[in-house]
């Protein structure tokens, strides 16, 4: 199973006996594309699974889940930051996802969107997975971050988390798709199932996903 740095708990809990890859959405194509063994694709962004639809290497993906993306700092919070718009005083450091990574992409959709795409300016990190940009947060080796409301929740112990606005957020939706070479393609079947089912979806919600629309 690939999936998601941002379904690493939810999965875990939903079926402890599946074997896991967890990473960044854009990683586990590549590694998709590089022959890697894997039964089901599970991603932050329709981009990828789309892209591997195109190229034959995974069927038709479904949208099972929705995300948002929040603003988190360190518990202490030293620098006193309770917005977005904070983030324009002082030159605070942030850590944000990388290009191409979906956490990172949707950073900076929002930024645009708010006409602050100059705070990237202060960026000290760019990480591969949002648990990379969690982690940073929370050993205070950056005053801010951009990840998504689930991986606030996650770690809500060593984090403080600042909503953002509704009408800037992104459009934040996780498709599954069984892989086309996959050799346990019933078993592939099945967890995608488990998702759509009442048991997956009460899980997501409990881990704060939102139901595609």
């Known amino acids: 199973m690939y999936a998601a740095s941002s379904l690493t708990e939810v999965f875990q809990e939903l079926d402890t006996d599946a074997r896991y890859n967890f990473a960044g959405s854009n990683e586990l194509a590549t590694q998709i594309r590089e022959g890697g063994e894997v039964d089901v694709y599970a991603a932050a962004s329709p981009r990828y699974p789309r892209e591997l639809q195109t190229e034959g290497l995974v069927e038709t993906p479904r949208a ?7 603003l988190i700092v360190p518990k202490l919070n ?12 002082g030159k605070p450091k942030l850590v944000v996802g990388a290009d191409g990574v979906p956490v990172g992409d949707y950073t900076r959709e929002v930024l645009k969107r708010m006409r602050l795409s100059s705070l990237l300016e202060n960026v000290v990190s760019q990480e591969e997975n949002t648990k990379g940009v969690v ?9 801010a971050g951009f ?5 606030a929740i996650a770690a809500e112990k060593d984090l403080l988390t600042i909503p953002i606005p509704p009408k800037v957020q992104a459009d934040v939706r996780y498709p599954v798709a069984v892989v086309i070479e996959s050799d ?10 488990l998702l759509f089912g009442p048991e997956g979806r009460r899980a997501l919600e409990r881990a704060g996903f939102g139901y595609p629309r």
Do not use: H, M, W
């Not at 099972?64 to 929040?70: E, I, K, M, S, Y």
């Not at 982690?135 to 005053?143: F, M, N, Q, T």
């Not at 346990?184 to 199932?193: W, Y």
């Open 78 to 89: 030293p620098r006193g930051i309770t917005s977005i718009q904070d983030l324009r005083a």
């Open 147 to 151: 990840v998504y409301a689930t991986d």
């Open 184 to 193: 346990q393609k019933e078993a592939a079947e099945r967890f995608v199932e």
């Open 135 to 143: 982690g940073k947060v929370a050993l205070g080796e950056a005053d």
């Open 64 to 70: 099972f889940a929705t995300n948002r993306l929040v």
